[in-house]
């Protein structure tokens, strides 16, 4: 009875574990690029965009109906941090770049 | 092929003409020169500023060949950066739109500047070979490189406006100066580091409101450091 229970608690560890890596998506900013175009996340997923292009400026700004919190702008090194609670499609753009650079999160 | 410095540039020599005619002048004389020119006593911190205008001020047809020269070896080498980064497939959105539109502007200012120099007689220098060391292949490797070479080319032409005689060629390196300081401008706001603040390496006013000229001497030794020209 008492190995069953350590069976499950770190089962159970285990999943939360899971969970809680699933539920954080990084999103790279490089060579003018999101090395992703479209993040797919459950709601309450944190997505974290880290911006790794050392000449150049960039920034996270929200466009279409559904909306996050922008950021400012990006130096390298910088990062932006937002936790998405509702299902939704978030397209967002940089604006310096805004034809090269364009990406969403889609909340599901 | 090695950097082209002045002598290879001044294929008439008319670049050392005018500095062996100002070395003739003695320190004493010059500065004596200089002071009564100014139509008042000058201080020597005065006059040592007027030196680099005054010694290479005796524009002549010999020396708008070699500043011809000059201007297109430092085209032949935005051409074929430019060209190089298309080639290479990794530019995307604006950045490539920026790069196609320059490579248009720079093969025509060589073409431009090769037939000005057939025309006035002048032997224009050949195509020197480059290597750009992965400056022109990577997306923000490219673009910080891109505005110094732009810089650079508003430095270069700025540097030689007072040293050109023949009206015709200046009103064409006024209309090449321009060309290349909108370029640098985009270029500056594209890679937008505080572009629209005077005064810093990524602005599109690095200088602020008067563009600073550079002589030919400081421009190849700058270009030489890059290593660009094999």
Known sequence: ??????????????????????????????DIQFSKATVRVSPGAVVIWKDADRNVSHNVTSRGDDRFASSDTLRSGDSHRVRFRRIGNYRYVCTIHPASMRARIVVR | MSLPNIETLDIDGAIREAELAVAGDTRASFFRKAAVGGGAVLGSGAILG?????????????????????????????????????????????????????????????????????????????????????????????????????????????????????????KAAGAILTTEARHAAAIAAVIGKSPFRDGTKTSVTPDGAFDVPFSMKRVLKAVGKTGFIK
Not at chain 2, 113 to 133: C, D, S
Request: proline share 3%; hydrophobic share 45%; aromatic share 6%.
């Open chain 2, 50 to 170: 007027m030196l680099p205008t005054l010694a290479h001020a005796a524009p002549s047809a010999k020396q708008d060949i070699a500043i011809l020269n000059y201007a297109l070896t430092l085209e032949y080498l935005e051409a074929a950066f430019y060209d190089g980064a298309i080639k290479s497939g990794n530019l995307k959105g604006e950045v490539k739109q920026f790069t196609q539109l320059v490579l248009k502007h720079e093969n025509i200012h060589v073409k431009a500047l090769k037939a000005t120099i057939k025309a006035l007689n002048g032997k224009a220098v050949a195509e020197p070979k480059f290597n750009f060391k992965g400056t022109n292949t990577n997306p923000a490797k490219f673009v910080a490189t891109s505005l110094v070479l732009e810089n650079t080319g508003v430095h270069a032409y700025l540097g030689q406006v007072t040293r050109i005689q023949n009206p015709a060629i200046l």
């Open chain 1, 1 to 30: 009875m008492r190995n069953g229970s350590i069976v499950l608690a770190i089962g159970a560890a285990s999943l939360l574990s899971a969970s809680t890596a699933a539920a954080r998506t990084t999103v790279t900013i490089k």
